[in-house]
């Protein structure tokens, strides 16, 4: 288990396709508004968990699966960033379900290797807009290590 999750950390690391539609600053808080691509991801939801909890808990599953357990046995490498929804409750309170996804590297866009895991799906998505925080600890924008990154949606692309 430890050589798959070294294989997904350490090999490596294929950023999302964006391309920077504007920067800004506010509140001393530089951003980006980007466009991703859309495509194949791999998918986690875990309900009636803290946040920490069950986002650490997904992560670890697709940690798994990019680093070789599927039907292929193959090590995917990592991409980045990895994407984690929250859902609010009818409330405005955060439910206690989580959804993290991490996009599928190009070259296994077309055929992914299926999970070894049954809660991983593999899912297709859309391209979107988004505003993210710009981090002074990336190697590069969306390059290999980020300290910290928020990524909010901002509207579907067409």
Do not use: H
């Not at 396709?17 to 991801?41: I, N």
Request: contains cysteine.
């Amino acid at each position: 288990m430890f050589g798959m999750i070294r294989n997904s950390l350490f090999g490596s690391v294929e950023g999302w396709p964006c391309q920077v539609l504007s920067r800004g600053e506010k509140e001393e808080v530089t951003y980006e508004e980007r466009t991703c691509e859309g495509g194949k991801f791999a998918t986690v939801e875990v309900a009636g968990k803290q946040f920490d909890e069950a986002s650490k808990e997904a992560v670890l599953k697709l940690l798994k699966y990019v680093g070789g357990t599927n039907d292929k046995g193959v090590g995917m490498g990592m991409t980045a960033p990895v994407s984690i929804t929250a859902f609010p409750g009818e409330d405005g309170s955060l439910q206690q379900k989580v959804k993290v996804s991490l996009r599928i590297p190009s070259q296994y866009q077309d055929s992914p290797p299926r999970p070894g895991d049954e809660s991983i799906q593999i899912e297709e998505r859309e391209g979107i807009t988004i505003y993210s925080t710009v981090v002074s600890l990336s190697v590069s924008t969306f390059g290999s290590f980020a300290g910290s990154l928020v990524v909010m949606p901002k509207k579907r692309i067409m």
